[in-house]
């Protein structure tokens, strides 16, 4: 009887061992809520984050209520897409950037350009890339790089609860 619990209890501790740490999907996930950030040269911004699709996508609504545009976060295997659907072009287009392999739970996420849909031309503006770092559970930053003509501006935004 007392092997019994014995092999019962280390059974315990070593699912609890092997429990994993949030992915960096879920830290996206944990984001879910209210932010502001200040632009240099556009103002306060806010943003929206949620869980949608039973949890298996992420939506963020970025910019003030007038002018705004959306984001959608999945994942693909190991790695994780984002769909931006962008406000920088009068009549819109559709980005998708990727991140390489993730394992473990990351402090800072990578995206980078995979394609476009309603992009006039490759020097037409786009973002071309997106840096997320978690600070803490209430503050976090984003980092968006927009390209037009050979020329990288970054959008830079420290968000707050």
Known sequence: MRKLAALLLF?????????QAPDAFDHLRSLAGEWHADLPGFGAMTTLI?????GKA???????????????YTRDGG????THFCALTPDGHITRLATGPLTGSPKQI??????ASNLHGP????MRQLVIEFTDADHFTEKW???EAGKDTIFEMHFHR
């Open 11 to 19: 059974g315990c501790f070593a699912d609890l061992a092997g429990a």
């Open 50 to 54: 949620r869980a949608i699709s039973n």
């Open 58 to 72: 992420v939506e963020e609504t970025l910019g003030t209520t007038s002018d705004n545009e959306t984001s959608i």
């Open 79 to 82: 790695k994780l897409l984002v």
């Open 110 to 115: 990578e995206f980078t350009f995979v394609g």
């Open 123 to 126: 020097t037409a503006p786009h």
């Open 145 to 147: 790089t927009k390209t």
